[in-house]
């Protein structure tokens, strides 16, 4: 059973050349049959692995470190039936029933303004200039 559903913009920051960019996942959270919770994760309609972990780091636009993710946004998609006075529509013809939506444009995953390139940080800023080279290598994939 879907239990939670949303839509999560994260974000990533290369550690490396410190590019940033964004991209929309679709978080689904689930309990199976046992009762063990899981959570699935999609990009542009396809399956993926969670952007939090190793396992579904992206790989940086600029130098192709990988880099796992932090949720910057997200918005939470109501999961049915909900309380019994929400809206909706009956389908009374699965076919034909706003069959334009197979025919629309993807809501791809990186159709938003994408963050400003911030630049590695200057001399005397938050980072020293020693730790510039690890910092912040923690999020690193191996
Ligand atoms: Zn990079």
Redesign the pocket.
């Known amino acids: 059973m879907i239990t939670e559903l949303a839509v999560e913009r994260v974000e990533f920051t290369?550690g490396?050349?410190w590019?940033q960019w964004s991209c929309d996942y679709d978080a689904q959270r689930y309990t199976d049959q046992d009762g063990h919770e899981w959570e699935y994760f999609g990009l542009d309609g396809r399956a993926a692995e969670s952007p939090y972990t190793p396992r579904g780091a992206q790989a940086?636009p600029?130098?192709g470190?990988r880099w796992v993710g932090r949720v910057l946004a997200r918005r939470p998609v109501p999961t049915p039936p909900g309380l019994s006075e929400r809206p909706r529509e009956a389908v009374n013809d699965p076919i034909g029933h706003r069959a334009e939506r197979h025919h629309a444009p993807l809501l791809g995953s990186h159709a938003h303004r994408q963050p400003v390139q911030p630049g590695p940080p200057s001399k005397g800023s938050w980072i020293d200039a020693d730790e510039q080279t690890s910092a912040p290598a923690s999020r690193e994939t191996p």
Do not use: A
């Open positions: 290369c490396h050349c590019r940086c600029g130098c470190h």
